[in-house]
């Protein structure tokens, strides 16, 4: 079974800094499109940030600038550097994985919440 696993979201005071994890298990890492999404209740999931398995990356509007995505494909790892953290940033994160090659794939992880505080 394919696992992804998110971690370091917490409570933070605005202009903060978060930086998130997700560890990837069972899968070929390398080979994946890795990505952050956001979700507030009521609204619908938006992405963030995501990285290519080539190390391309492709930003929401609103966080270019505060954002940065990363991978370790050596620890099967995605990060999210958050700075200049904003009340509006308050979400439940999700890590997704998706492989655009054969055999098509598509992960999402539990999620993990990020509170910023004005």
Not at 2 to 28: D, F, K, P, T
Not at 72 to 77: I, S
Not at 91 to 113: D, F, I, M, S
Request: charged share 20%; glycine share 10%.
């Amino acid at each position: 079974q394919v696992q992804l696993v998110e971690s370091g979201g917490g409570l933070v005071q605005a202009g903060g800094s978060l930086r998130l994890s997700c560890a990837a298990s069972r899968i070929i890492f390398s080979l994946y499109t890795m990505a952050w999404y956001r979700q507030v209740p009521g609204k619908q999931r938006e992405l963030v940030a995501e990285i290519t398995s080539g190390g391309d990356t492709n930003y929401a509007d609103s966080v270019k600038g505060r954002f940065t995505i990363s991978r370790d494909n050596a620890k099967n790892t995605v990060h999210l550097q958050m700075n200049s953290l904003k009340p509006e940033d308050t979400a439940g994160y999700y890590c997704h994985a998706k492989r655009y090659t054969l055999p098509y794939n598509e992960v999402w992880g539990q999620g993990t919440l990020v509170t910023v505080s004005s």
